[in-house]
């Protein structure tokens, strides 16, 4: 059986480009969970496309309820609410295996340009580090999937974001539906044309998996992800986790075995990183 795995976040969306769409309490958050609802299905369908047998979907946007269950596609599952150990990819060490990954809606890293650009938490994050290269969430998820085995073979956002992922995964195929004129400024694909656009790049990106084309990804160990905070506060507070390291006043170091541990301890220096403006 030929299972693919789909990580979904907001951000990258075509025609989102504000807070207000993104958070539960925004005015046009409403209209958000049906746009990425059917940009992951366009996803979903094109993996279909390209002989998947099933695809899990992973909700990996805020409080993950955000993808409307009534209207996924049929041939997909979802997997949705918080919290999750493994967050943007938890179930992606199912005991069944995944053929690949796929990252749908993604955004760009912190400090970078890219509409609503951060790195897990903006309250937070200022930069994120994984063994010395700078990284945001998908280049982060990536190395987490990568641990297991499974290759990253396509990905839509905004145009910025489409060039961080084919900086460090060449062999992806990335489908830009917007593209960045700004922090909160997009030029948008329409719906519809997004969701033929991703169809279109997910079915190639399935094509060239079955073609043997995408490479056996790399998995490192042991892993070190270094957290720069937005203040000395926040850095005290994730230096309490055991094992982390303070480098500077506002960079936080923690080595793991493997990603998937080193991930874990990320969220938890962030967890109390965040805690200081309580």
């Not at 010395?132 to 641990?147: R, S």
């Not at 519809?192 to 997910?202: N, S």
Request: hydrophobic fraction near 40%; include cysteine.
């Amino acid at each position: 059986m030929l299972r693919i795995y789909i990580s979904a976040d907001l951000e990258g969306v075509s025609g989102v480009v504000h807070g207000d769409q993104v958070g539960a309490g925004g005015s046009d958050y409403a209209r958000t969970r049906k746009l990425v609802t059917e940009e992951v299905n366009a996803a979903v369908a094109g993996a279909v496309d390209g002989g998947a047998d099933e695809v899990i979907v992973n909700d990996g946007h805020g409080g993950m309820r955000n993808l409307l269950i009534e209207d996924i596609h049929p041939s997909a599952r979802l997997l949705t609410g918080a919290p999750k150990l493994m967050g943007q990819m938890e179930g992606i060490d199912d005991r069944d295996g995944f053929a690949a990954a796929a990252f749908v809606g993604y955004h760009a890293r912190a400090g970078t340009h890219g509409v609503l650009n951060h790195t897990i938490s903006g309250a937070v994050v200022s930069r994120l580090v994984l063994n010395g290269v700078e990284v945001g969430e998908a280049g982060l998820n990536a190395a987490i999937a990568a641990h297991f085995g499974i290759p990253l073979i396509f990905t839509s956002g905004d145009t910025a974001t489409c060039r961080q992922v084919q900086e460090r995964n060449p062999s992806a195929v990335t489908t830009a539906v917007k593209e960045d004129v700004g922090r909160y400024a997009a030029l948008c694909m329409p719906p519809e044309a997004a969701r033929a656009a991703i169809r279109e790049g997910m079915a190639a990106a399935m094509k060239a998996l079955g073609a043997g084309e995408i490479p056996e990804p790399k998995s490192e160990s042991p892993v070190t992800v270094a957290l720069t905070t937005r203040d000395t506060a926040m850095a005290d507070l994730a230096g309490l986790l055991p094992g982390s390291e303070r480098k500077s006043p506002v960079e936080v170091e923690y080595t793991a075995q493997d990603a998937p541990s080193a991930y874990r301890g990320l969220r938890a220096m962030i967890y109390l990183a965040s805690c200081s403006s309580r």
